[in-house]
T-cell receptor
């Protein structure tokens, strides 16, 4: 398994501002992922972050709104840009661990974001 | 579009009984299947992973996979009040892919 930490754990932000969320894994991993969980909803994949290449975004998510960095094999950041109240969610990062025959994703504790 | 379907519940089960949670998925190319447990205000915690047809047991938990029917289930034996949570079914198509989640089933174990 992997131990994943996120910072900040929560934040309250004003609309129009940006917030960068950090994700740290305790071991080197190839793939990291960012998810959003809106209030009362399940998790939705935002993007996949592979070290050394551009992040791959899911339908409905764009790089200008959610820029992602992946500078090394243990760290990634997600920025929520030009925030609006609709961006109020829990943002979770995850990492794949295990062999190619059976990779498993573990999640960080999440960042709870409230946009006023 | 990939879809994962779960009954949202709530599913109420007496303490000590077997809880049965079900999930269907639309993408026949899916290769990996997971059950996560999520307590209110917490992040998802991995309960079981299953990659091939059949049953996989881990303690009180058994995951069942039927790729022909595109069906995954989770059985919880000897249910405890601490098992009360939302159970998320998640599916992965390939090794480098993210997870597609169902909406989750809210399970309540009644003492």
């Amino acid at each position: 398994s992997a131990v994943i930490s996120q910072k900040p754990s929560r934040d309250i932000c004003q609309r129009g501002t940006s917030l960068t969320i950090q994700c740290q894994v305790d071991s080197q991993v190839t793939m990291m992922f960012w998810y959003r969980q809106q209030p009362g909803q399940s998790l939705t994949l935002i993007a996949t972050a592979n070290q050394g290449s551009e992040a791959t975004y899911e339908s409905g998510f764009v790089i200008d709104k959610f820029p992602i960095s992946r500078p090394n094999l243990t760290f990634s950041t997600l920025t929520v840009s030009n925030m609006s109240p609709e961006d109020s969610s829990i943002y979770l990062c995850s990492a794949d661990t295990g062999t190619s025959g059976g990779k498993t994703q573990y999640f960080g504790p999440g960042t709870r974001l409230l946009v006023l | 579009q990939k879809e994962v379907e779960q009954n949202s519940g709530p599913l109420s089960v007496p303490e000590g009984a077997i809880a049965s949670l079900n999930c269907t998925y639309s993408d026949r190319g899916s290769q990996s299947f997971f059950w996560y447990r999520q307590y209110s205000g917490k992040s998802p915690e991995l309960i079981m992973s299953i990659y091939s047809n059949g049953d996989k047991e881990d303690g009180r938990f058994t995951a069942q996979l039927n790729k022909a029917s595109q069906y995954v289930s989770l059985l919880i034996r000897d249910s405890q009040p601490s098992d009360s949570a939302t159970y998320l079914c998640a599916v992965k198509e390939g090794g480098a892919d993210g997870l597609t989640f169902g909406k989750g089933t809210h399970l309540i174990i009644q003492p």
